[in-house]
């Protein structure tokens, strides 16, 4: 039997990926520095040049840089200071993209619209100073999901719905910020998720019965499906457990 020609299109994302060439066809490291101009304090990012490659192997030439086989595949800017403005925009042109994480740093402002970033697996923006609500569909179409660190901002308004529609998500959290009304009906195997900490009210729901006492800590309300009973928070204990109402710990 003859062998079968790989599709056009194949060829060209290979070879682009090959190449390390973006979507408007300059190249990643042109598309990096573009971004870095949309931060502020980047001294951390001092060593990012074009007369480097990004990667060594599964080491980074440019701080901030996560690699494999010698592949750029996300951002890692931690605890540097950063400020200014995430250009998700010029993210966008890099087709390797599977990560970002801001963790630690001084940006504010609204959420970033992540979905321009449909293949992204993990979202970390946590200690932060992002405010103000997030629209529901913000999270919308990221079929590969798998983590999402909103934790320790100024986030008000309710949580966002296509949040539960992320359907390989594993890692929520979104504790201690001012989230508020019911959380929602997260249905996702194994998925483990903190709400502690905010002003949320209304049932949790039975898929998250099983999650720790800590990670919903500011609400004492009844568990989805069982109708007259109260959830109990057990701190100490690290445990959920669902009595009658007026009930007593068991």
Same mark, same amino acid.
């Given at each position: 039997m003859a062998r079968r020609t790989p599709p056009y299109w194949l060829l060209v994302v290979q070879f682009m990926l090959t190449c390390n060439i973006t979507a408007s066809?300059?190249?990643?490291?042109?598309? /990096?520095?573009?971004f870095k101009q949309s931060l502020s304090n980047t001294t951390a990012l001092d060593n990012w040049n074009e007369s480097a490659s990004l990667c060594n192997g599964d080491n980074p030439n440019w701080n901030g840089l996560l690699c494999s086989n010698g592949t750029f595949y996300g951002l890692k800017l931690e605890a540097m200071g950063l400020t200014g403005l995430i250009d998700l925009d010029t993210l966008a042109e890099l087709p390797s993209l599977r990560t970002i994480s801001f963790m630690n740093n001084r940006f504010e402002g609204p959420m970033p619209k992540v979905n321009k970033l449909g293949a992204l697996r993990g979202v970390y923006l946590s200690n932060n100073n992002f405010s103000g609500e997030i629209p529901n !569909?913000?999270?919308?179409?990221?079929?590969?999901?798998? $983590?999402?660190? *909103?934790?320790? @901002? =100024?986030?008000?308004?309710?949580?966002?719905?296509? /949040?539960?529609?992320?359907?390989? /998500?594993?890692?929520?959290? *979104? =504790? @201690?910020? =001012?989230?508020?009304? =019911?959380?929602?009906?997260? $249905?996702?195997? !194994? *998925?483990?998720? @903190?709400?502690? @900490?905010?002003? /949320?009210?209304?049932?949790?729901?039975?898929?998250?019965?099983?999650?720790?006492?800590?990670?919903?800590v500011g609400i004492g309300h009844s568990i989805a499906g069982h109708p007259g009973y109260e959830v109990l928070l057990e701190v100490k204990r690290q445990r959920l457990i669902v009595v009658p109402n007026g009930g007593e710990w068991a």
């Amino acid at each position: 039997m003859a062998r079968r020609t790989p599709p056009y299109w194949l060829l060209v994302v290979q070879f682009m990926l090959t190449c390390n060439i973006t979507a408007s066809g300059t190249s990643e490291a042109e598309t /990096l520095l573009m971004f870095k101009q949309s931060l502020s304090n980047t001294t951390a990012l001092d060593n990012w040049n074009e007369s480097a490659s990004l990667c060594n192997g599964d080491n980074p030439n440019w701080n901030g840089l996560l690699c494999s086989n010698g592949t750029f595949y996300g951002l890692k800017l931690e605890a540097m200071g950063l400020t200014g403005l995430i250009d998700l925009d010029t993210l966008a042109e890099l087709p390797s993209l599977r990560t970002i994480s801001f963790m630690n740093n001084r940006f504010e402002g609204p959420m970033p619209k992540v979905n321009k970033l449909g293949a992204l697996r993990g979202v970390y923006l946590s200690n932060n100073n992002f405010s103000g609500e997030i629209p529901n !569909d913000n999270f919308a179409g990221m079929k590969s999901m798998r $983590r999402v660190y *909103l934790a320790d @901002n =100024q986030f008000t308004g309710k949580i966002p719905v296509s /949040l539960a529609e992320l359907p390989k /998500l594993v890692d929520l959290e *979104l =504790q @201690n910020n =001012q989230f508020e009304g =019911q959380i929602p009906d997260f $249905r996702q195997k !194994d *998925l483990v998720v @903190n709400v502690a @900490n905010n002003r /949320l009210e209304g049932p949790i729901p039975a898929a998250l019965s099983n999650g720790t006492a800590s990670s919903f800590v500011g609400i004492g309300h009844s568990i989805a499906g069982h109708p007259g009973y109260e959830v109990l928070l057990e701190v100490k204990r690290q445990r959920l457990i669902v009595v009658p109402n007026g009930g007593e710990w068991a």
